[in-house]
């Protein structure tokens, strides 16, 4: 490991130079910046952000390399390169608060309990951002996993992803089969199936803009293919039918009010995640 290194910062990208322009600005901006590095993959054919770090001087170890595209390939890629004992997975279009890496780091012990934490995302104003989050800290479980966390929000221990052999490569955005969601809370059920501490922390704020409030433009099948994985979590994991018929029924009642709303767009959407859902379900991956 390098000297100082604490948390490794993972990101998977494809050609977004000025997103991941935000969140290395922001990375900068961290008060314990010392402690943290950079591990980019680019997926890109042009390999722009690569372009983007080598003319970049920064003030923290940075690595990249590329990959065959899959969101989770890119991660697995990145964490073989990566020196820390903590690992992160932002998007390339998230990024931090100014404390993000300290209150990381002061919840997070190099050694005990927990293994790993979910913080919180939030939109630059505040609001919520893609999930309705608890108020308060508290264990993560099988029962609560897909409220607590996702993957941008999650700070795991080298050593338990390590021991889990990372994210599961079927599973994400820019995989190769139908599941394009849903490998961050896979990899959470996994550690806690093995026995792993895993917490609830809204202490610590990921930022991203809520894909609602913008260009929703193709967001149905987007969200079809999201729905996919969700429901592939819930065969995998054997969690409870009745817990996915109420997301399922929550959907289609959020559709009837955005429709009335004039929202069309963001109904199209829950109602594709639903039906998406049902169809991951359904989906017996090959033996």
Same mark, same amino acid.
């Not at 590095?37 to 997926?43: A, G, H, P, T």
């Not at 609001?127 to 309705?132: A, C, G, K, T, V």
């Not at 490569?169 to 490998?183: H, K, N, R």
């Given at each position: 490991?390098t000297?100082g290194?604490?948390?490794?910062?993972i990101?998977s %990208?494809?050609?977004?130079?000025d997103d991941?322009r935000?969140?290395?600005?922001?990375l900068i901006?961290?008060? /314990?910046?010392?402690e943290l590095?950079?591990?980019?993959?680019?997926?890109?054919?042009?390999?722009?952000?690569?372009a983007?770090?080598?003319?970049?001087d920064?003030?923290?170890?940075?690595r990249?390399?590329?990959?065959?595209?899959g969101?989770?390939?890119g /991660?697995?890629?990145?964490?073989?390169?990566?020196a820390?004992?903590? *690992?992160?997975f932002?998007?390339?279009?998230?990024?931090?608060?100014?404390?993000?890496?300290?209150a990381? &780091?002061?919840?997070v012990?190099?050694? @005990?309990?927990?293994d790993?934490?979910?913080?919180?995302q939030?939109?630059e104003? @505040?609001q919520?951002?893609?999930?309705?989050w608890?108020?308060?800290?508290?264990?993560?479980? /099988?029962r609560?996993?897909?409220?607590?966390?996702?993957e941008?929000?999650i700070?795991?221990?080298?050593?338990? *992803?390590?021991?889990l %052999?990372?994210?599961?490569? %079927? =599973?994400?955005v820019?995989?190769?089969?139908?599941?394009?969601?849903g490998?961050?809370?896979?990899?959470l059920?996994?550690a806690?199936a093995?026995?792993?501490?895993?917490?609830?922390?809204? %202490?610590v704020?990921?930022?991203?803009?809520?894909p609602?409030?913008?260009?929703t433009?193709?967001?149905?099948?987007? =969200?079809?293919?999201? @729905?996919?994985?969700?429901?592939?979590?819930?065969? &995998?994991h054997h969690l409870?039918?009745?817990? =996915?018929?109420?997301?399922?029924a929550?959907?289609?009642?959020?559709?009837?009010?955005?429709?009335v709303?004039g929202?069309r767009?963001?109904?199209r959407?829950d109602?594709a995640w639903?039906?998406?859902l049902?169809?991951?379900y359904?989906?017996?991956?090959?033996?």
């Amino acid at each position: 490991m390098t000297d100082g290194v604490a948390l490794s910062v993972i990101v998977s %990208t494809i050609g977004r130079p000025d997103d991941l322009r935000r969140l290395i600005d922001s990375l900068i901006a961290q008060d /314990r910046r010392d402690e943290l590095e950079l591990i980019v993959v680019d997926q890109s054919e042009d390999g722009s952000c690569i372009a983007l770090l080598a003319a970049w001087d920064l003030p923290f170890e940075c690595r990249w390399t590329t990959s065959a595209r899959g969101v989770s390939v890119g /991660r697995n890629a990145g964490a073989a390169l990566a020196a820390g004992w903590l *690992f992160t997975f932002p998007d390339d279009n998230c990024w931090y608060a100014r404390d993000t890496v300290s209150a990381v &780091l002061d919840l997070v012990p190099e050694r @005990g309990a927990p293994d790993a934490i979910s913080g919180i995302q939030v939109t630059e104003d @505040g609001q919520p951002s893609m999930l309705r989050w608890p108020d308060s800290a508290r264990p993560i479980t /099988r029962r609560n996993v897909q409220l607590t966390a996702i993957e941008s929000t999650i700070f795991c221990k080298r050593s338990l *992803f390590e021991s889990l %052999t990372g994210f599961d490569e %079927t =599973m994400g955005v820019g995989s190769p089969g139908p599941f394009q969601a849903g490998e961050g809370t896979d990899l959470l059920l996994r550690a806690i199936a093995a026995g792993a501490s895993v917490e609830y922390e809204p %202490t610590v704020r990921v930022i991203q803009d809520d894909p609602r409030r913008g260009d929703t433009s193709g967001f149905d099948k987007k =969200m079809a293919g999201y @729905g996919r994985g969700i429901g592939h979590l819930y065969r &995998l994991h054997h969690l409870p039918k009745s817990e =996915m018929a109420y997301l399922i029924a929550r959907k289609v009642a959020a559709a009837g009010v955005r429709t009335v709303r004039g929202r069309r767009d963001i109904a199209r959407a829950d109602l594709a995640w639903a039906r998406g859902l049902v169809a991951g379900y359904r989906i017996r991956p090959p033996s």
